[in-house]
């Protein structure tokens, strides 16, 4: 049994590093650059972005930047993209494991460049 218990242990500490060092439940520490699978996420919710943004809202480009995420029953990406020249949102886009639901869960705009990424 104890045997059990160790592998267990270090199945689920493979998977947090497999998963940029996060905890189940915690945001990740650092902001990373967005690759192409983030892109990917965000183009799938890109109309559901848009479609909330307030009217007032630059939307002379739209490119994602940097993104944290959460473990949660699937995962949380925090997301920060490039609307205008200095105008940027953030968003929260959920995967499950699989990325066969996704949805946008949280937008907050008015930030800047330097703005961290945090909860939304």
């Not at 160790?6 to 940029?20: D, E, S």
């Not at 205008?84 to 949805?103: A, C, L």
């Not at 937008?107 to 330097?114: H, P, Q």
Request: neutral net charge; aromatic residues 8%.
């Amino acid at each position: 049994m104890a045997y059990l218990k160790l592998g267990l242990c270090l199945c689920l500490l493979g998977l947090t590093n497999a998963l940029g060092g996060r905890r189940v439940g915690g945001i990740s520490q650092d902001a990373r650059p967005v690759d192409q699978e983030i892109r990917e996420l965000v183009d799938r919710v890109k109309g559901d972005i848009l479609t909330q943004l307030p009217s007032n809202e630059e939307r002379s480009m739209f490119e994602p930047i940097s993104y944290k995420t959460q473990l949660v029953n699937g995962v949380n990406y925090f997301v920060k993209i490039q609307t205008g020249v200095n105008s940027y949102i953030h968003v929260k886009i959920y995967s499950n494991f699989r990325k066969t639901d996704v949805s946008l869960t949280g937008l907050e705009v008015g930030k800047t460049a330097e703005d961290p990424i945090n909860y939304i």
